[in-house]
């Protein structure tokens, strides 16, 4: 079982930044992948960054390409820099994370195994 808990948001004007943190918990398997995702009431939770932990690859949408960077540690904490934040960035912001290993594509959202109970990010015009 790993355990997931992100901390970092928070209020800021658009144009502004924030640094959202994932500390996670010890496993005895292998995180393959890690991952941010947020979700706004009503919709669909979102992928806004995809990390394969072992290869370095990582993935992310149009919509926040150039404005976020993901970033892990050796320990398995998860990063994610949030720059020129816009108001529809606004979102509950979670942390997730699979031991299980996809090959040559992402996980898609059931298969990560492991979430954070969420942050809060609300970004202001």
């Known amino acids: 079982q790993v355990q997931l808990v992100e901390s970092g948001g928070g209020s800021v004007q658009a144009g502004g930044s924030l640094r959202l943190s994932c500390a996670a918990s010890?496993?005895?398997?292998?995180?393959?992948?890690m991952a941010w995702f947020r979700q706004v009431p009503g919709k669909e939770r979102e992928g806004v960054a995809l990390?394969?932990?072992?290869?370095?690859?990582k993935y992310y949408p149009d919509s926040v390409k150039g404005r976020f960077t993901a970033s892990h540690d050796n320990a398995h904490n998860l990063y994610l820099q949030m720059d020129s934040l816009k108001p529809e960035d606004t979102a509950m912001y979670y942390c997730?994370?699979?031991?299980?290993?996809?090959?040559?594509?992402?996980?898609?959202?059931?298969?990560?195994?492991?979430w954070g109970q969420g942050t809060q990010v609300t970004v202001s015009s």
């Open positions: 997730a994370a699979t031991t299980s290993w996809y090959g040559g594509r992402w996980p898609t959202l059931t298969e990560y195994q492991y």
């Open positions: 990390l394969a932990i072992g290869g370095g690859y």
């Open positions: 010890r496993s005895e398997k292998t995180l393959y992948y």
